[in-house]
């Protein structure tokens, strides 16, 4: 079998995806991700093609390990929340070889999201506005999902080996995400309850939840990143864990709680999530997620205006999500491991991230840019 390792065919491959690229942006963008993720899982429906597309995707580098929280990561880079948001694209995305998923935004009842359209490219920005509206299953359907998965996963045998390569993509186990939310309804004072609810469902079938609390696309969901509120909610399923983990048959799991924070806090709203994290030890940060700013942007003003309201991420969130990475790294000493998200295109991007003190870097936009082959290029081209 012919395996895409040698550089003119990893070169004719990106050359493609440029061409199909260019297709694709001009149909509708949430369109096109549902086409070409089920186009994806078709090809991986079939085992030789899913063979082939393993060993085409799989990282070279070796020893890109990295471990914490007691979950082996099989590398640092992981596909970040709202490009899988029903778990519907496990075994597609692991074939990718990304280290680890972050799945939702899920909330406890199931929701349609805003009207579309509500997904839109900014190509001279290499970016994307969204205003998706935590869209999902709900989390009956997305845990059950997970369950079979995980199922599967236990039982799972290696694809191949071929010449000593290894073309199963679970050397290690793919590490799952839960990034969870309230409904659109809730009010923020019984915000609380949904998280409660979403936390409980996944708890079986997640590595680590990530409490989202800083989408802009969900009204008054951001005021729940007040020091008050956020304590309120993460206190809550800290306790809720303990009490979990307390009658376990398993010891060594930690399901780690993290938080996600939003590139648009000031100075003193990240000083309260910095203390409050330090309070009470919380596992980890993401930072960070969509912004509402529209500054320094390339494409014309009157087609930013006509798309409207909505997160922007991709290239031009690179900037400040490294400053915030940096900035929580020092003031809390490395203490609160941090997941980077926002602007990492290429391994350039990703060391930029590292070297600011983030633990892993998680990609969406550039996925989208970059093409299917993201994981595999950074992971080969990171300073380890």
Known sequence: MLLIRDPLLEFIFATM?????SLFFLFDAEKVHYFAMNALRFFCSIGFMRKLLAASFQPKAKDL?????????KNPVGLAAGFDKNAKYLRELETLGFGFV???????????????PRLFRLPKDKAIIN?????????????QRLKEWKEKADSHQPLAVSNGLRLSTTNYRLIIGGNIGKNKLTPNEDAWKDYEICFNELFDYVDYFVVNVSSPNTPGLRELQEKDSLRKILSHLQTLRSERLKISADKNIQKPILLKIAPDLTLSQLDDVIDLAREIQLDGLVACNT????????????????IGAGGLSGLPVKKRSTEIVQYIAQQL?????VIASGGIFTAA?????????AMLVQVWTGFIYEGPAIAKKICNNINK
């Open 65 to 73: 390990g990295v471990e914490r929280w007691g979950l082996q990561f």
């Open 333 to 337: 000493n490395g203490e609160v491991p």
């Open 102 to 116: 972050e799945i939702g935004t899920v909330t406890p009842r199931p929701q349609d999201g805003n009207d579309k």
């Open 17 to 21: 995806y440029k061409l199909i690229r």
């Open 349 to 357: 991007d990703a060391n930029e991230k590292l070297k600011a003190g």
């Open 131 to 143: 205003r998706m509206g935590f869209n999902n299953d709900g989390v009956k359907v997305v845990s």
């Open 291 to 306: 912004t509402i700013s529209r500054e320094g942007l390339g494409t014309d003003a009157a087609t930013v205006a006509a």
